[in-house]
């Protein structure tokens, strides 16, 4: 069995585990690809939990991109002050009136022009692509690479998102008519068991298959 296979393998056992086991968060119950293309922004250094609480002020506000065009710096800042970050406001406008200007108001569904957007990098990028237009598209971040060091024993470092063994294993992972499922399962997956700190391997339903080198070689030392 090869890297590939096995990547394979642990995507079916995590979407599996996901069915039971993911997070109920607000923005992943709508197919609204300017509330997805919000949420991934807020998300970025942001854990969940913690826009999971402003979410809906955020969206009840600015129902629709034209609203958050014109909000007021002040009204924004106050929604999104538990999320800490001010600066995120300012982008969050400045995103809204950009996609208003050169897209006409709609979200696109191309990658390098989702990449034009200001504040839209690859991984927010690629997580709109998956999750509100369902195209097949590899994402990455420090939870995908920390979890395929742990699995496949590589040593890739986790700031590196551009690392090309890495975008390949995403590649293979992602490629699934189903991959925004399967963007919400590695994610919830990393932050409940395949944790940075202590991951849970007792519990872990990839240890169950003898998949996980990380895993193997602790159980030897
Ligand atoms: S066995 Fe441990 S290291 Fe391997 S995927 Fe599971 S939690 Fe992560």
Redesign the pocket.
Same mark, same amino acid.
């Given at each position: 069995m090869d890297d590939y296979d096995i990547v394979d393998i642990f995507s079916s056992i995590i979407y599996s585990w996901y069915l039971e086991n993911g997070r109920k968060l607000n923005w992943r119950e709508t197919d609204n690809p300017y509330f997805i293309l919000m949420a991934e922004m807020m998300l970025t250094r942001t854990r969940a939990e913690h826009v999971n609480r402003v979410y809906k002020k955020f969206i009840t506000t600015y129902s629709n991109i034209k609203l958050l065009s014109k909000a007021n710096i002040k009204e924004l800042e106050e929604i999104l002050r538990p999320l800490g970050l001010k600066s995120r406001c300012k982008m969050l406008i400045k995103a809204a009136n950009f996609i208003i200007d050169k897209y006409n108001g709609v979200i696109p569904q191309d990658k390098d022009e989702l990449l034009s957007i200001p504040g839209v990098g690859n991984y927010v990028a690629g997580m709109v692509m998956n999750c509100a237009f369902h195209k097949r598209e590899y994402v990455v971040d420090t939870n995908i690479i920390r +979890?395929f060091n742990? =699995?496949l024993n590589l040593n890739i470092n986790t700031d590196n998102i551009k690392d090309k063994e890495i975008i390949k294993y995403s590649s293979v992972y992602f490629d699934t008519e189903n991959s925004r499922e399967y963007a919400y399962a590695i994610l919830d997956f990393g932050s409940a +068991?395949?944790k940075s700190i202590k991951? =849970?391997?007792n519990i872990?339903i990839?240890?169950r298959y003898r998949l996980?080198e990380?895993?193997i070689r602790d159980n030897k030392e």
């Open positions: +979890i742990r =699995l +068991i395949c991951p =849970l391997c872990c990839v240890n996980c990380f895993s």
